[in-house]
């Protein structure tokens, strides 16, 4: 697993994990990297400083903070701020982006609706399973980035469940 620190054209960061650097290609190719905040394909990689564990703490895993938006370089001045205010960022969706997320939301409600919810031991059950200690099922639940990548290196195949831009509303 790799993660990116991504930029849109409209200069919203955000990061995503990708299983190698040539699935980030492949996916971004196929117009598939879109920006969570505006809907954007236009994405680029940003530069990317080593992770040295600035998260904040929660009983033992990092949590993961989603970074402000960044003012352009060419933001308006404080008297154009001011009328801009009021208006909202849209974007419109072709007919197979919005059959596409109706599908993703479709995968994530069935997962959900049919799994157990093993939260913060999302690490430790599926390492269970893995290794036969338990009878293999359907979970889901939480696992930091570092959780992520070390059960990765074990092997042990897991997917994060889709998120769409508009429900991080």
């Given at each position: 697993?790799?993660?990116?620190?991504?930029?849109?054209?409209?200069?919203?960061?955000?990061?995503?994990?990708?299983?190698?650097?040539?699935?980030?290609?492949?996916?971004?190719?196929?117009?598939?990297?879109?920006?969570?905040?505006?809907?954007?394909?236009?994405?680029?990689?940003?530069?990317?400083?080593?992770?040295?564990?600035?998260?904040?703490?929660?009983?033992?895993?990092?949590?993961?903070?989603?970074?402000?938006?960044?003012?352009?370089a060419d933001?308006?001045?404080?008297?154009?701020?001011?009328?801009?205010?009021?208006?909202?960022?849209?974007?419109?969706?072709?007919?197979?982006?919005?059959?596409?997320?109706?599908?993703?939301?479709e995968l994530?409600?069935?997962?959900?609706?049919?799994a157990e919810?093993?939260?913060?031991?999302?690490?430790?059950?599926?390492?269970?399973?893995?290794?036969?200690?338990?009878?293999?099922?359907?979970?889901?639940?939480?696992?930091?980035?570092?959780?992520?990548?070390?059960?990765?290196?074990?092997?042990?195949?897991?997917?994060?469940?889709?998120?769409?831009?508009?429900?991080?509303?």
């Amino acid at each position: 697993m790799i993660r990116y620190s991504l930029v849109c054209e409209r200069k919203h960061e955000f990061e995503v994990w990708f299983k190698n650097s040539a699935d980030y290609d492949k996916q971004s190719k196929r117009g598939l990297v879109s920006c969570p905040a505006c809907g954007s394909e236009k994405v680029e990689k940003a530069l990317m400083a080593p992770s040295l564990g600035r998260g904040t703490k929660k009983k033992g895993r990092s949590e993961i903070a989603v970074p402000a938006e960044v003012p352009a370089a060419d933001a308006p001045a404080p008297a154009e701020s001011k009328a801009q205010e009021n208006k909202a960022q849209v974007a419109m969706m072709s007919p197979q982006e919005r059959e596409f997320r109706a599908k993703l939301r479709e995968l994530r409600d069935h997962l959900t609706k049919n799994a157990e919810n093993v939260g913060g031991k999302f690490p430790e059950e599926a390492r269970k399973m893995h290794y036969g200690e338990t009878e293999h099922r359907s979970i889901y639940g939480e696992a930091s980035p570092k959780d992520a990548k070390e059960l990765a290196d074990e092997g042990i195949e897991f997917h994060p469940l889709p998120m769409l831009p508009d429900e991080h509303n």
